[in-house]
């Protein structure tokens, strides 16, 4: 049996469903149709690529990477066909936490403006690589050094390190702080998608303060606001998620944030490039200070 389009379909559908009947109602399929499509391709590929239980289907190992490049095939071919019709083909960018910043806006409007056959749309997804493993993006914006073998992109920007914390923090009125100022406080951190490490205050020689988890952006200011923590960031952070009762301040001795675009080494997207450079030309110019 050949791999044909339907069996990847199928994957995607039960991968992003995590269940038979959804997928199912998803394609117009039956329930059995579904079931033998996936049964097919592990057989063709000689392995399981679903868990199923009663109550779940969660994808083995070998189903996750073959469901990011099923996707990455789906999406090159919907492209491909848009163009022969004519049609508009999005460009999904992913991002962790914070696009652009005080820059998201104008890019998009800018660039969709000037590229209404290929608009961009953001897509927010909390891990480390945004998406792009999974093939649910096509570019991606992150601020952590590439560690796969399978990425590729280039740095379109630096950005100052901020610190989140409640408005009736002692420190919230400084204009400045250093690392070493931080440590008495719990910092909270995003170990899926954040940027901060205990690197950060070793880098200095400082301590390192006590940290606690959260599991997003979203969390992570509520923690803050509700002063049961603190907070370090890219100034991004600060003009993406304005927070009633959270100020930001600037650390004077953290060095700035690499800001990254990214593609699959595999599946470059063709207009990766021209994206990339309108980013670095955006981020190019200076954004007012967000408190």
Known sequence: MDVELRHLRVLVAVDEERSFTAAAD???MSQAAVSRSLA?????VGTALMHRTTRRVEPTE????LTGTARRVLAELDRALADLRGEPSVIRVGYA???LGAHTTPVLRAWNRAHPDSPMRLVRINSRDAGLVEGRVDLAVLRHPLDRTDLEGEVVGRERRVVAMPVDHPLAEREAVDLAELVPFVV???PRAGTTTP???QAVGADVPPMT???DVEEWLDLIAAGDAIGVTSEATAHHYPRPGVVFVPLADAPPMEVRLAWHRTHRHPAAGRVARAIREALAEPSAPAR
Do not use: K, Q
């Open 26 to 28: 998803r394609l117009r």
């Open 62 to 65: 070998a189903g996750a990477a």
């Open 199 to 201: 690197t950060l205050w």
């Open 40 to 44: 097919a391709l592990e057989h063709e």
């Open 188 to 190: 909270a951190v995003d």
């Open 97 to 99: 936490w914070a696009a």
């Open 213 to 215: 988890d959260t599991a």
